[in-house]
């Protein structure tokens, strides 16, 4: 997601996942072992991405889980992420939520768990399974390890990108058009002060962690509203950037 703000409004830029859930492509049948790396080895990057700025979904499965037009995954639905900062005390998260079906079992326990390691569990999904005949023995081993129920057994990201099978093949992401906003404040082309520059650079980098980050409590109304003032509108457009912002 980008954002860009030229005074007074503040406009997001969402990336449109023309292919779909995941959960649609599974349902059809066995995939294909190399497409099935291939989307946990995007998966994990992007869950070991998440932690790295003190992020955890806390909700992640197949139907959070999209596809763009040239089949690269993308983590969605971020309504049940907690940052680090929500961690009490005893440096433990402690709200029971996520789906019963990809939940960790120590979430339900209700005395507080590490969120590193229930996203982990969460990729791997529930613990009662059965491997079919086909599954190679290396990812039997590897999917015991993640849906270990005692967390303080269970194989961290950082093990999970190590493991032999995961890291067989190289993670390919086929070309994608991005979509990148560039204007100054007054809503013409970027070619104003080194100062304004830097400050629509700066913007074009923000994504919704610090979005989140600078709004307490989750209220992102002030971002959004003038005082006493409500105005919203939204549109999808095939038009690149260039054409949208020139008609604002």
Known sequence: MKSWQPKPKIYFALEYAKGGELFDKVSKGRLKEHIARRYFQQLITAVDFCHSRGVYHRDLKPENLLLD?????????????????????DGLLH??????????????????????????????EKAEFKCPNWFPPDVRRLLTRMLEPNPSYRITIAKVKENPWCKKGNIVRKPNKELVLSTSSDGAS?????????????????????????????DLTALFEEPRQKKEARFTSWRPASVIISKT
């Open 69 to 89: 037009e040239n089949d690269n995954l993308k983590v969605s639905d971020f309504g049940l992420s907690a940052l680090a900062e929500s961690k009490r005390q």
């Open 95 to 124: 709200t029971t939520c996520g789906t019963p079906a990809y939940v960790a079992p120590e979430v339900i326990n209700r005395k507080g768990y590490d969120g590193d390691k229930v996203d982990v569990w969460s990729c791997g």
């Open 190 to 218: 970027a070619s104003g002060s080194s100062e304004e520059k830097q400050e629509v650079m700066r913007l074009q980098n923000l994504n919704a962690f610090d979005i989140i980050a600078l709004s307490p409590g989750f």
